[in-house]
């Protein structure tokens, strides 16, 4: 192990008890401490199903057990089946409401819902309240409470916090949204955490119980954490007191989706015996580009005390590019790239251009189609947000779970089989009056007089159909009863119907297999495959933005990004766009407090370290705002990093 680990690294992975924090720079090797850590635990007589690793991605957590488990296998015979539980947040929050949920009130049979079903709820919350759509859309809705969710604020406390008009109508709507979700046994994704959090802080047995199962806790990207995952931390950790968390203050960009930074550096005031272990040797990047990172970083306020150093000596100074106007900005990039693209061993997969809105990249797409040069666009729909997908994944739910009334409703006519808007108010009405669900009125809903003898045909229709696949789901593996759903439903002919067009119509079956090979994929790799388990995976999968992310950068493509979606990655060649102020720093962070600047100045310094090994930094001297022409002013942070920060305070003024 002493000859892979620096000296640094090394004192982090033999500090085997205790608080401890790592600060981990980017590009300094993080994984590689986690995951020599876990192997040294055990190796030092820890079982490894006692220490829970945690992290924010499936494919974080993917490749930190594949590291972990090759360093024991190099150690021995049985060694291969040690297995420590390493998953993301979201899916040990699962895990504890699967066996505890029903201490909060919800059936322990409940179901994950994704955004199209969370904005049908919001739209129904909505309506409950009688708010017209253009004082407070469905989407908007679901922001707002997201944000107060992951600021760990239920709907009892939500008017209190409110400040806009907007808001309060978000704070009237969120308890009938919350009240809806609940009585369908159902949650979203932001619910996994505040309800194991709601858990934690009611029922202090739960919470020991939970705590026990585990001798040491590892938490990784600890600055991205928010209040409900900081209170779950402290929860499993604060008997035995072995908690590791791994991170840097410097690269916490997430500030928007509820990230708190203080938590990483308030890391000694909350464990004061903690030690703390600075990994500052930076793998990635030349001298040269990390010059410019630790001169720009070091004008934030509060931060942890640290300098990258680069492995590599030396390298090409970073490029500043002032062009005249946005289109000129695209085409000397594009053309930059292209030339550097005819040099021996260079590929499309070696850049990067990065921009601070989603706006930015409209220009550079237009020149990359004129050159004809490959680039993605890393982001757009997820897989999961297909309607084909949603459909059938839908089915299975309700086959899971028949009193998942959001699926219900989603399937009842999907196919079309003859039940409209009026046959299903009058089931959803019948079901409130009695208090019970929608699920048990589908068999006799005629002969109570509910439903006119036609559409009490088709509800019944729709009704054995259900029951007939979840009598055979028993007995049927994965891939095949997710098979027999789409030939029992019909939703080959229905895509037929839908999609004229053949391509499209193949586009939607190819959607369809892929579920079906996750399925298959699903009861390989599991121990004990079941449906609930399956929708769980798919859940906690398409809220998981990053695979997504992985999957596009495959190909040998330009990467056209975010400066939030390049964390994580590194490329060769980085071009970082748009240096102005009212862009980076964002408009909106410019007349904010001193801490939303902060943040947008981690984000420059997240950019600047991907890159490894040219770093090119662009401005448009104009650009166009409403369809006119309006001068810029470069970004602070570009005087920041050049060393001329007072010329950044004169231009603002001058402005």
């Known amino acids: 192990m002493s000859a892979k680990l620096n000296s640094p690294q090394r004192e982090a992975v033999r500090t085997l008890s205790g608080p401890l924090l790592v600060l981990a720079g980017a590009g300094t090797g993080k994984t590689r401490v986690v995951t020599h850590r876990i192997a040294e635990l055990i190796r030092h007589g820890t079982p490894p199903e006692r220490i829970l690793a945690v992290t924010f991605t499936r494919k974080a957590a993917g490749e930190m057990l594949q590291r ?20 993301t947040f979201h899916s040990q929050c699962v895990r504890i409401l699967r066996r505890h949920i029903a201490k909060l009130g919800y059936p322990a049979k409940f179901s994950i819902c994704d955004r199209g079903d969370q904005e049908s709820e919001a739209r129904a919350a909505l309506r409950e309240i009688r708010c017209p759509n253009e004082s407070l859309r469905p989407g908007d809705l679901i922001a707002i409470i997201g944000g107060w969710k992951t600021r760990s604020i239920g709907p009892a406390r939500a008017a209190s916090v409110a400040e806009t008009d907007k808001e ?83 690269q916490s960009i997430y500030g928007w989706r509820g990230a708190e930074v203080e938590h990483i550096l308030r890391f000694e005031k909350d464990w004061p015996d903690a030690k703390v272990v600075r990994l500052e040797d930076n793998y990635r990047s030349t001298s040269a580009i990390l010059n410019y990172a630790n001169t720009l970083i070091a004008f934030n306020r509060v931060r942890h005390d640290k300098v990258l150093r680069a492995a590599r000596a030396g390298g090409a100074r970073p490029r500043v590019l002032q062009l005249p106007d946005e289109n000129q900005e695209a085409e000397k990039v594009v053309a930059d790239i292209q030339h550097l693209l005819s040099q021996p061993g260079v590929a499309a997969r070696d850049f990067a251009i990065l921009c601070r809105t989603n706006e930015q990249p409209r220009s550079f797409e237009t020149e990359l189609r004129k050159a004809k040069l490959p680039y993605i666009l890393v982001g757009g729909m997820s897989f999961f947000d297909r309607k084909e997908v949603r459909d059938l994944l839908a089915y299975l739910k309700v086959i899971e779970n028949p009193h998942d009334e959001v699926s219900l409703l989603r399937i009842i006519n999907t196919p079309a089989r003859g039940i409209g808007n009026s046959t299903v108010k009058s089931l959803v009405a019948a079901a409130t009056s009695h208090g019970g669900h929608v699920w048990d009125f589908l068999s006799t809903a005629g002969e109570e007089g509910i439903l006119a003898p036609a559409a009490a045909q088709s509800v019944k229709k729709f009704h054995t159909l259900i029951e007939s696949i979840r009598e055979i789901a028993p007995n049927c593996k994965l891939q095949d009863l997710a098979s027999l759903v789409i030939e029992k439903a019909n939703y080959r002919n229905e895509l037929s119907r839908i999609y004229p067009d053949p391509n499209d119509r193949d586009a939607r079956n190819a959607s369809l297999e892929e579920v079906i090979n996750a399925a298959a994929n699903y009861q390989g790799q599991s121990k004990e495959p079941n449906l609930q388990g399956f929708l769980d995976e798919v859940a906690l999968g398409g809220q998981d933005t990053p695979d997504e992310k992985e999957n596009q950068l495959k190909s040998n493509a330009i990467a056209l990004m975010t400066l939030h979606s390049a964390k994580g990655l590194e490329f060769p060649y980085v071009y970082m766009v748009g240096m102005e102020e009212g862009i980076l720093p964002h408009k909106r962070s410019i007349t904010a407090d001193g801490d939303a600047i902060d943040e947008e100045r981690r984000l420059c310094y997240v950019g600047v370290t991907r890159a490894q090994e040219q770093l090119t930094l662009s401005i448009a001297l104009t650009r166009r705002k409403w369809g006119k022409t309006r001068d810029t002013v470069p970004s602070r942070f570009l005087f920041e990093m050049t060393g001329q920060a007072e010329n950044a305070v004169h231009n603002r003024k001058r402005r």
């Open 168 to 250: 309060h109508l978000a704070a009237a709507a969120y308890r009938r949204y919350q009240n809806n979700l609940k009585t369908k046994g159902v949650v979203d994704f932001d619910d996994l955490l505040l309800l194991v959090q709601q858990l934690f802080s009611e029922n202090a047995a739960v919470r020991r119980e939970e705590a026990s199962r585990f001798d040491h806790v590892l938490i990784d990207e600890y600055q991205d954490t928010n209040q409900s995952q900081y209170q779950i931390v402290r929860g499993l950790a604060m008997g035995h007191r072995n908690l590791c968390v791994v991170g840097d203050d410097d």
């Open 68 to 87: 972990a488990s090759a360093l024991l296998r190099t150690k021995g015979k049985g060694r291969k089946q040690m297995r420590p539980q390493i998953s």
